[in-house]
């Protein structure tokens, strides 16, 4: 698992994450990159996966539209969709790669995804949460 961690914390460093908190016995790397809305992204080396999670927001008053309009926007992500949570009610962003395979490009598509879809889908996910 080391070999694996220390990878994948290299490629955040070299995509300027900060590390915001680690924990190399459970796999567990939470960063930010303000510049372009990530806060709190976890990932969590599974081997033989690398999970790559942002939560969203919380629905509040979660209608069949809210969850259609949701899955409609998980086909036009490039990379990762967005999942529920155990509770239902919590939006996230979820990606998983290969560790084996992984390298710089795949992950920082997936971060580069993520930046995009908040950029350009933020105005609704904002009425979702009310």
């Known amino acids: 698992m080391n070999n694996y961690f220390q990878k994948v914390k290299d490629y955040l460093l070299e995509l300027d994450f900060s590390i915001v908190q680690e924990d190399e016995n459970d796999g567990i790397i939470v960063v930010d990159n303000e510049e372009d809305g990530i806060k709190n992204l976890v990932l969590v080396i599974a081997d033989p996966l690398l999970i790559v999670e942002q939560y969203i927001f919380e629905v509040n008053n979660g209608t069949p ?5 949701l899955l409609q926007k ?3 992500i490039i ?5 529920l949570d155990d509770t239902g009610s919590k939006v996230i962003f979820r990606n998983t790669h290969e560790l084996e395979n992984l390298d710089l490009n795949e992950i920082e598509a997936t971060f580069n995804s993520l930046a995009l879809l908040l950029s350009e889908y ?3 996910l904002i009425e979702f949460s009310k």
Do not use: E, L, M, P
């Open 65 to 69: 539209d809210i969850y259609k309009q």
């Open 74 to 76: 998980s086909r036009d």
């Open 79 to 83: 990379h990762g969709a967005f999942v």
């Open 122 to 124: 933020s105005q609704d």
